[in-house]
């Protein structure tokens, strides 16, 4: 039998004597625990605001709850799993009870990876771990290689993105229980998948987080961020705080088998030690996993190039990769030629398109227009694989008032054609679920709060949308969809039965080809670019010893002269390529020239 756990200094642990059970909460003197419904018993209080009970009154399937001093039963904030949500008892968990299967699993190289992003609940009809198993042997033929889980952690209620979680351990119980998790990973593994979590350490979700109640260190007024106060990773007793996160990511890798993790919105998290905490977790993680690559992945929007930089053997010091938005920004906006928000800085500015296909960021410390200030550093000397490229997401899609994905915002010339571009450019391709397929269907955003909590989701989604000219009319709002409402998140699943299998087979032809290109594609490095016409470009990246990669594209839907000739063996065509330097509306061409 092979098993795994990861050790934790908090939590409920099982022990040679017992459970061990441990609790963070420095604001209490006195913390007991109610174990099975039984009567409450004193826990010891340790140094630094722990405190820990050993008893041999607990065992796998015990349900606890800590009771703090005025009478509140709490839930464990590292549980491992949460039956009753977030307001019920923890349960005790054995992580050695499951026998893992994937002993010759050591995983895939990152430059080499093809992700594909998937949101459980809407995955599939039944939405659980187990239902998702039944669509692997999909995802291998199409050609994706690594699957990356919107954020799981327990949120309230029975629908949610994921980005509300509160107990960061504990897999939703709408999907099902750790070993049916652990059962998806290991049927991913036996086809050669790798499986990515997202993750969150920003912030804690609106509903269920009892951690300000006897914990309120955890927090700090000192930072600020778009969900409240700051999560204290640098002032007195923070210790404990970064503990909570790094041993987060370390128990979903070595519990739970995740080749990685993608970690949301960094640029959120605030830390003025000496040591920032993404660097403490990237260095722990890289120090302690070291029997099979482990891939980290960021969210950034202040592009920061340094977080992502190589050693000298060309491994990732610290991240493998981070969402590229500035190539989602250059192909949606000239896809659809939309101009709101911040895609105003990217439509129609050829040198952005140009620059983020060539060396990864758009912006490399300019002027942001839309932030007022500059962003990013540059991005030039780091090899393409550092940069994780998509034409949808979940955000993008998502964060739309009514969801719509690209295919229902421009021709399907265009949207093959900025497919075409991400698909075999040497940066790590992301599709999101059902594009491959051309679902219609919205991805929209849901969540499952109750009384005043959903009303004010339900009246901020709408204000959010008030600034924009189409739903300044009052009435214009109110067709937004509910967020709270059930038919919103049903509205968003995917429906397999109306998959368009052309579409299939024209994704899989082009991952089947950067199969077949791929030493290329993972031995290129940063890239040049020529500005050819508004919207049109020729990219050039550098291969080996002397080879070349080379992407002519049109993204415009009017016929533009003066492309050059491809650099050898063409391998991709998508519209009309002329030989005179002529190409049509929506044309791309790649090409390969050997050493």
Same mark, same amino acid.
């Given at each position: 039998?092979?098993?795994?756990?990861?050790?934790?200094?908090?939590?409920?642990?099982?022990?040679?004597?017992?459970?061990?059970?441990?609790?963070?909460?420095?604001?209490?003197?006195?913390?007991?625990?109610?174990?099975?419904?039984?009567?409450?018993?004193?826990?010891?209080?340790?140094?630094?605001?722990?405190?820990?009970?050993?008893?041999?009154?607990?065992?796998?399937?015990?349900? &606890?709850?800590?009771?703090?001093?005025?009478? $509140?039963?709490? =839930?464990?904030?590292?549980?491992?799993?949460?039956?009753?949500?977030?307001?019920?008892?923890?349960?005790?968990?054995?992580?050695?009870?499951?026998?893992?299967?994937?002993?010759?699993?050591?995983?895939?190289?990152?430059?080499?990876?093809?992700?594909?992003?998937?949101?459980?609940?809407?995955?599939?009809?039944?939405?659980?771990?187990?239902?998702?198993?039944?669509?692997?042997?999909?995802?291998?033929?199409?050609?994706?290689?690594?699957?990356?889980?919107?954020?799981?952690?327990?949120?309230?209620?029975?629908?949610?993105?994921? &980005?509300?979680?509160?107990?960061?351990?504990? =897999?939703?119980?709408? &999907?099902?229980?750790?070993?049916?998790?652990?059962?998806? *990973?290991?049927?991913?593994?036996?086809?050669?998948?790798?499986?990515?979590?997202?993750?969150?350490?920003?912030?804690?979700?609106?509903?269920?987080?009892?951690?300000? *109640?006897?914990?309120? @260190?955890?927090?700090?007024?000192?930072?600020?961020?778009?969900?409240?106060?700051?999560?204290?990773?640098?002032?007195?007793?923070?210790?404990?705080?970064?503990?909570?996160?790094?041993?987060?990511?370390?128990?979903?890798?070595?519990?739970?088998?995740?080749?990685?993790?993608?970690?949301?919105?960094?640029?959120?998290?605030?830390?003025?030690?000496?040591?920032?905490?993404?660097?403490?977790?990237?260095?722990?993680?890289?120090?302690? *996993?070291?029997?099979?690559?482990?891939?980290?992945?960021?969210?950034?929007?202040?592009?920061?190039?340094?977080?992502?930089?190589?050693?000298?053997?060309?491994?990732?010091?610290?991240?493998?990769?981070?969402?590229?938005?500035?190539?989602?920004?250059? @192909?949606?906006?000239?896809?659809?030629?939309?101009?709101?928000?911040?895609?105003?800085?990217?439509?129609?500015?050829?040198?952005? $398109?140009?620059?983020? $296909?060539?060396?990864?960021?758009?912006?490399?410390?300019?002027?942001?227009?839309?932030?007022?200030?500059?962003?990013?550093?540059?991005?030039?000397? $780091?090899?393409?694989?550092?940069?994780?490229?998509?034409?949808?997401?979940?955000?993008?899609?998502?964060?739309?008032?009514?969801?719509?994905?690209?295919?229902?915002?421009?021709?399907?010339?265009?949207?093959?054609?900025?497919?075409?571009?991400?698909?075999?450019?040497?940066?790590?391709?992301?599709?999101?679920?059902?594009?491959?397929?051309?679902?219609?269907?919205?991805?929209?955003?849901?969540?499952?709060?109750?009384?005043? /909590?959903?009303?004010?989701?339900?009246?901020?989604?709408?204000?959010?949308?008030?600034?924009?000219?189409?739903?300044?009319?009052?009435?214009?709002?109110?067709?937004?969809?509910?967020? *709270?409402?059930?038919?919103?998140?049903?509205?968003?699943? /995917?429906?397999?039965?109306?998959?368009?299998?052309?579409?299939?087979?024209?994704?899989?032809?082009?991952?089947?080809?950067?199969?077949?290109?791929?030493?290329?594609?993972?031995?290129?490095?940063?890239?040049? &670019?020529?500005?050819?016409?508004?919207?049109?470009?020729?990219?050039?990246?550098?291969?080996?010893?002397?080879?070349?990669?080379?992407?002519?594209?049109?993204?415009?839907?009017?016929?533009?002269?003066?492309?050059?000739?491809?650099?050898?063996?063409?391998?991709?065509?998508?519209?009309?390529?002329?030989?005179?330097?002529?190409?049509?509306?929506?044309?791309?061409?790649?090409?390969?020239?050997?050493?």
């Amino acid at each position: 039998m092979t098993t795994s756990a990861h050790a934790m200094p908090h939590g409920a642990e099982l022990h040679e004597n017992g459970v061990r059970f441990r609790l963070w909460a420095p604001g209490e003197t006195r913390v007991s625990i109610e174990i099975d419904g039984r009567e409450a018993v004193h826990m010891a209080r340790q140094p630094d605001g722990w405190h820990e009970l050993i008893t041999i009154g607990a065992h796998p399937g015990s349900l &606890y709850r800590f009771v703090v001093s005025n009478g $509140l039963r709490v =839930p464990d904030p590292a549980s491992r799993f949460q039956p009753q949500d977030v307001h019920g008892p923890s349960e005790v968990i054995d992580p050695a009870a499951y026998d893992w299967q994937d002993n010759g699993w050591r995983g895939r190289p990152w430059p080499e990876a093809v992700v594909y992003e998937i949101h459980v609940g809407a995955f599939t009809p039944e939405g659980t771990f187990r239902a998702a198993i039944d669509k692997l042997d999909h995802l291998v033929r199409l050609g994706v290689t690594a699957v990356e889980i919107m954020p799981i952690s327990d949120f309230p209620g029975a629908r949610n993105w994921g &980005y509300d979680g509160v107990m960061p351990y504990a =897999p939703d119980s709408a &999907y099902g229980r750790p070993e049916d998790l652990k059962a998806l *990973v290991d049927a991913a593994h036996a086809r050669g998948i790798s499986v990515l979590l997202d993750v969150v350490y920003n912030h804690f979700g609106p509903d269920g987080n009892y951690l300000p *109640v006897y914990a309120p @260190l955890f927090f700090t007024d000192r930072h600020k961020s778009p969900w409240g106060a700051g999560i204290n990773f640098d002032g007195d007793a923070s210790r404990p705080v970064r503990d909570f996160v790094v041993h987060n990511a370390l128990y979903w890798i070595e519990e739970f088998h995740l080749d990685g993790l993608r970690l949301d919105a960094v640029h959120a998290i605030q830390d003025d030690s000496d040591r920032h905490v993404l660097v403490e977790l990237a260095e722990t993680v890289r120090a302690l *996993v070291t029997d099979r690559p482990v891939h980290l992945i960021l969210e950034n929007e202040d592009n920061r190039a340094s977080l992502l930089d190589r050693d000298d053997q060309g491994r990732a010091a610290l991240y493998s990769a981070q969402w590229n938005d500035d190539v989602h920004h250059v @192909l949606h906006t000239a896809a659809t030629g939309e101009s709101v928000a911040y895609y105003e800085a990217y439509v129609g500015d050829t040198e952005l $398109l140009g620059r983020s $296909l060539a060396e990864g960021f758009a912006f490399q410390g300019q002027m942001m227009p839309y932030s007022g200030k500059p962003r990013g550093e540059a991005s030039g000397g $780091l090899p393409p694989s550092a940069f994780v490229a998509f034409s949808q997401n979940h955000d993008q899609i998502g964060n739309r008032a009514f969801g719509q994905r690209l295919n229902a915002l421009a021709s399907a010339e265009a949207v093959r054609a900025v497919s075409a571009v991400y698909l075999l450019l040497p940066q790590v391709p992301m599709i999101f679920m059902g594009e491959e397929f051309g679902a219609r269907q919205p991805f929209l955003f849901f969540v499952d709060f109750e009384g005043e /909590l959903a009303e004010k989701v339900r009246d901020g989604r709408r204000e959010e949308f008030s600034r924009f000219p189409e739903f300044s009319d009052p009435e214009k709002r109110e067709t937004i969809p509910d967020p *709270v409402a059930e038919e919103t998140f049903l509205a968003s699943k /995917l429906r397999w039965e109306e998959a368009d299998d052309a579409m299939i087979g024209w994704f899989t032809r082009a991952l089947g080809v950067r199969r077949e290109v791929g030493q290329a594609l993972r031995s290129a490095r940063s890239g040049e &670019y020529r500005i050819v016409a508004p919207s049109a470009v020729e990219v050039q990246w550098p291969v080996g010893e002397a080879g070349w990669l080379r992407l002519q594209a049109n993204l415009s839907d009017v016929q533009v002269e003066g492309f050059g000739k491809p650099a050898g063996r063409v391998f991709w065509r998508e519209g009309e390529d002329g030989e005179g330097g002529a190409f049509g509306p929506w044309a791309v061409r790649w090409s390969q020239a050997e050493a």
